[in-house]
């Protein structure tokens, strides 16, 4: 009965999200309704103390980033800076290698170091005016999207600064390089599947006739056609996000060291900071504001004149963005609370190969959470000593394992109701019932890509 409960509150609210409700009303509803049917004496408390602490928890951390990344967008889109680069890049690749071409953008953005929710927010203009000037259906951007900035560079390629390619690392003692060609091959497998796939719906399209579409929701400002700025400086605000990015993370590290007392005239108590655990926000925060000053040196004319309308909405959807992943981040902290969930948690621990007990326990948990990094926190927490037992038995180097809980995570966790995917959705304008098919297919493509790793290295012995 624990275990019905725990799945039909995930099948309920991936059910909402599918439709078209929000999330931000039916998360609590969802995790609150499950509460109930566990125990009704304990909604109060863990409404309170589970998911309300974990939301604001999200918000005060995340919220900045948020902000930041849709002004960067809005600001990139009000310059006219998107459809310089658009324009570049069609010349390059032509327009029918449009997707190529925001799959790779995204690629180098989050390979840099830039937040995935902010890469979406950046990348959007990028795609709408490359979309509509090449013909390609609007709701293949979320997909596209999803293709370069949620998988391979996200927990595949060795070095990535993601989160997820950095949780393993306190678990197995290894570092973001570990198993560099397994992970460039899932990559590689992960790039031409899903390029392959985007390809197809493309040409599906166009034969029976559909373009980029009309009567679009958030749609981005077209930039005035004539006087458009040139795509070395249309690129400039990119190159020095991901660049300082990396940059302001050293310095952190290096000006701050791991712990950071400061003490202001009025505090009672000095102000402890656990520099670790907020210096990648810190950088990202400095790259973003000098990302936005940039196009500001080059552009201020063009954006000053739209900036305050443009600003609300900028806002407006940073709002809506970061309270829809704060609230499936509290539905997923509830859940993991509940008797059922430790259910499916001991389930898993009867898979007998070591590396598939790991793949399918943290894919399933970040499914069931909704969360990449989330997923793999608490199936390492609870189950990294018996992967390890298990792989030291099998002479299986933990530099695998690092990289299978990597890709693993990154796999079932953009069901529907994942905080990424409603951000994605609403930053385009789409909908669950528009564009989810193809970021579910992305999904599968990068589920199997761990199976494939895991095949390659019981096949070859190669890390």
Same mark, same amino acid.
């Given at each position: 009965?624990?275990?019905?409960?725990?799945?039909?509150?995930?099948?309920?609210?991936?059910?909402?999200?599918?439709?078209?409700?929000?999330?931000?009303?039916?998360?609590?509803?969802?995790?609150?309704?499950?509460?109930?049917?566990?125990?009704?004496?304990?909604?109060?408390?863990?409404?309170?103390?589970?998911?309300?602490?974990?939301?604001?928890?999200?918000?005060?951390?995340?919220?900045?980033?948020?902000?930041?990344?849709?002004?960067?967008?809005?600001?990139?889109?009000?310059?006219?800076?998107?459809?310089?680069?658009?324009?570049?890049?069609?010349?390059?690749?032509?327009?029918?290698?449009?997707?190529?071409?925001?799959?790779?953008?995204?690629?180098?953005?989050?390979?840099?170091?830039?937040?995935?929710?902010?890469?979406?927010?950046?990348?959007?203009?990028?795609?709408?005016?490359?979309?509509?000037?090449?013909?390609?259906?609007?709701?293949?951007?979320?997909?596209?999207?999803?293709?370069?900035?949620?998988?391979?560079?996200?927990?595949?390629?060795?070095?990535?600064?993601?989160?997820?390619?950095?949780?393993?690392?306190?678990?197995?003692?290894?570092?973001?390089?570990?198993?560099?060609?397994?992970?460039?091959?899932?990559?590689?497998?992960?790039?031409?599947?899903?390029?392959?796939?985007?390809?197809?719906?493309?040409?599906?399209?166009?034969?029976?006739?559909?373009?980029?579409?009309?009567?679009?929701?958030?749609?981005?400002?077209?930039?005035?056609?004539?006087?458009?700025?040139?795509?070395?400086?249309?690129?400039?605000?990119?190159?020095?996000?991901?660049?300082?990015?990396?940059?302001?993370?050293?310095?952190?590290?290096?000006?701050?060291?791991?712990?950071?007392?400061?003490?202001?005239?009025?505090?009672?108590?000095?102000?402890?900071?656990?520099?670790?655990?907020?210096?990648?926000?810190? %950088? /990202?925060? $400095? @790259? =973003? #504001?000098?990302?936005?000053? *940039?196009?500001?040196?080059?552009?201020? !004319?063009? &954006?000053?004149?739209?900036?305050?309308?443009?600003?609300?909405? %900028? /806002?407006? $959807? @940073? =709002? #809506?963005?970061?309270?829809? *992943?704060?609230?499936?981040?509290?539905? !997923?902290? &509830?859940?993991?609370?509940?008797?059922?969930?430790?259910?499916?948690?001991?389930?898993?621990?009867?898979?007998?190969?070591?590396?598939?007990?790991?793949?399918?326990?943290?894919?399933?948990?970040?499914?069931?959470?909704?969360?990449?990094?989330?997923?793999?926190?608490?199936?390492?927490?609870?189950?990294?000593?018996?992967?390890?037992?298990?792989?030291?038995?099998?002479?299986?180097?933990?530099?695998?394992?690092?990289?299978?809980?990597?890709?693993?995570?990154?796999?079932?966790?953009?069901?529907?109701?994942?905080?990424?995917?409603?951000?994605?959705?609403?930053?385009?304008?789409?909908?669950?019932?528009?564009?989810?098919?193809?970021?579910?297919?992305?999904?599968?493509?990068?589920?199997?890509?761990?199976?494939?790793?895991?095949?390659?290295?019981?096949?070859?012995?190669?890390?």
């Amino acid at each position: 009965m624990d275990f019905l409960i725990a799945v039909a509150a995930l099948a309920f609210l991936m059910f909402i999200a599918y439709r078209g409700f929000s999330v931000i009303l039916f998360a609590p509803v969802a995790a609150m309704g499950a509460v109930l049917l566990t125990d009704p004496s304990a909604v109060p408390p863990v409404f309170t103390g589970v998911f309300m602490d974990k939301l604001v928890g999200f918000v005060k951390l995340y919220f900045p980033v948020f902000l930041l990344g849709a002004v960067f967008g809005k600001v990139i889109e009000l310059s006219g800076f998107s459809k310089s680069i658009v324009r570049a890049v069609i010349g390059l690749v032509g327009r029918q290698r449009a997707m190529l071409a925001i799959v790779l953008v995204c690629a180098v953005l989050t390979y840099g170091g830039v937040s995935l929710f902010v890469v979406v927010f950046a990348a959007y203009p990028f795609a709408a005016e490359m979309f509509r000037q090449s013909g390609i259906p609007k709701r293949l951007i979320p997909g596209t999207i999803a293709l370069g900035a949620f998988t391979f560079t996200m927990d595949s390629l060795p070095g990535t600064p993601q989160i997820q390619n950095i949780i393993p690392t306190t678990f197995f003692r290894t570092d973001t390089w570990a198993a560099p060609v397994l992970g460039t091959i899932g990559s590689a497998f992960i790039l031409a599947v899903g390029l392959a796939y985007l390809e197809w719906r493309r040409r599906s399209a166009a034969a029976a006739g559909e373009g980029y579409g009309e009567g679009h929701t958030n749609e981005p400002e077209p930039a005035d056609e004539e006087a458009l700025p040139h795509p070395a400086i249309a690129i400039l605000p990119l190159v020095a996000v991901g660049v300082l990015n990396k940059l302001f993370t050293s310095l952190i590290a290096a000006q701050y060291g791991a712990r950071h007392e400061v003490t202001l005239a009025g505090m009672a108590q000095p102000l402890v900071t656990q520099v670790p655990s907020v210096a990648a926000i810190w %950088a /990202v925060l $400095g @790259a =973003l #504001l000098v990302g936005i000053l *940039t196009v500001l040196a080059f552009a201020y !004319g063009r &954006v000053a004149r739209r900036f305050a309308e443009g600003s609300k909405a %900028a /806002v407006g $959807g @940073a =709002l #809506l963005a970061s309270m829809n *992943t704060a609230a499936e981040y509290g539905f !997923g902290a &509830v859940i993991a609370a509940l008797p059922g969930f430790l259910v499916i948690r001991e389930a898993l621990r009867a898979v007998p190969n070591p590396l598939v007990n790991e793949a399918v326990s943290v894919t399933v948990l970040a499914g069931i959470t909704g969360s990449a990094s989330g997923g793999m926190s608490i199936a390492l927490a609870a189950m990294a000593d018996q992967f390890i037992a298990g792989a030291e038995a099998a002479g299986i180097p933990l530099e695998v394992l690092h990289r299978v809980a990597s890709m693993a995570s990154g796999g079932m966790d953009t069901l529907p109701h994942n905080g990424a995917v409603i951000t994605l959705l609403a930053v385009t304008g789409l909908t669950h019932r528009q564009a989810y098919g193809d970021i579910f297919a992305i999904t599968l493509t990068k589920t199997a890509a761990v199976f494939v790793v895991i095949a390659v290295y019981y096949l070859t012995g190669i890390t």
